[in-house]
């Protein structure tokens, strides 16, 4: 056994039931389209899963894969140019999984924290991405964002214990 090995604690990849994923990234999107227009400005429930399972499931490479096919099929059921959320979720859902497996994000204040870091990563590759491709002058941030986020942060604290509930046990 090396000595990095010993040194490095264990983090628990989690396994989900089968159609957990599926399920509940479908369940955010309806639910994210029936939101009156007012919600959707705060709530981003794609997002709190696509960061979820990524820190829940600490690979890279699913996490990319499941940011990348929410962000399309949110920008899809929305009025922005097909590609911003995916290219937002896809970054999220990479970092998130990279960060997941190096960090334990189990405790609630922890969660909190993530989400709130994260809802202003999204919110920056989406502004630099309006910026960079569609020559559009986007808002970094706003007092409207800051709450966003708040919101965003204070949801996935209730959401994420019960999102655990579709791990399998072991």
């Keep these: 056994m090396s000595v990095r090995a010993q040194v490095e604690p264990h983090i628990e990849v989690h396994k989900f039931y089968g159609g957990a994923v599926i399920g509940a990234a479908f369940l955010a999107l309806v639910v994210q389209a029936f939101l009156p227009p007012h919600g959707r400005e705060y709530l981003e429930l794609p997002l709190l899963v696509t960061l979820y399972f990524g820190l829940s499931r600490r690979n890279p490479e699913s996490g990319l894969l499941l940011g990348m096919a929410i962000g399309i099929l949110q920008d899809g059921m929305s009025h922005v140019p097909i590609g911003l959320y995916g290219i937002a979720k896809t970054s999220v859902g990479y970092v998130a999984s990279t ?53 965003n942060s204070v949801v996935a604290v209730v959401l994420f214990p019960l999102l655990d509930h579709l791990r399998k046990p072991g």
Excluded: C, M, N
């Design 99 to 151: 960060i997941g497996a190096r960090i334990d994000v189990e405790h609630p204040l922890s969660r909190f924290a993530f989400t709130f870091l994260f809802f202003h990563f999204h919110q920056a590759v989406l502004a630099t991405t309006q910026w960079l491709l569609l020559a559009q002058k986007p808002l970094y941030f706003s007092p409207k964002l800051f709450i966003a986020s708040l919101a």
